[in-house]
């Protein structure tokens, strides 16, 4: 079974930046992290994913060139930083980690919370 644990947030200006933490404990051969965010009423996006172990990065268009995924190897985690945060970016923010290089995500966080205030 795998855990992923969700770290970082908070509330934040226009403009500001948060680091959003992701730490993977149990057994597990994951090869993909990634994060996603649910906004209240919209669905669940798409915001960034990187891959093991060669580490390839990709991104929503929404959020290129703000935020970047970074990992640690030694411990399966993953951080997210957040630069030029718009009140759009607010949101629930989730741990995910896959087994495959495709399809779905087998696992998921609990979700840490992201508020951009205008």
């Not at 993977?24 to 172990?53: H, L, N, Y």
């Not at 703000?66 to 930083?81: C, E, G, P, V, Y």
Request: contains cysteine; hydrophobic residues 35%.
């Amino acid at each position: 079974q795998v855990q992923l644990v969700e770290s970082g947030g908070g509330l934040v200006q226009t403009g500001g930046s948060l680091r959003v933490s992701c730490v993977a404990s149990g057994r597990f051969s994951i090869v993909r992290m990634g994060w996603f965010r649910q906004a209240p009423g919209k669905e669940r996006e798409f915001v960034a994913a990187v891959t093991w172990p060669a580490g390839s990065t990709n991104y929503a268009d929404s959020v290129k060139g703000r935020f970047t995924i970074f990992r640690d190897i030694a411990k399966t985690a993953m951080s997210l930083q957040m630069n030029t945060l718009k009140p759009e970016d607010t949101a629930n923010y989730y741990c995910a980690a896959a087994n495959r290089r495709v399809g779905d995500y087998d696992y998921w966080g609990q979700g840490t919370q992201v508020t951009v205030s205008s």
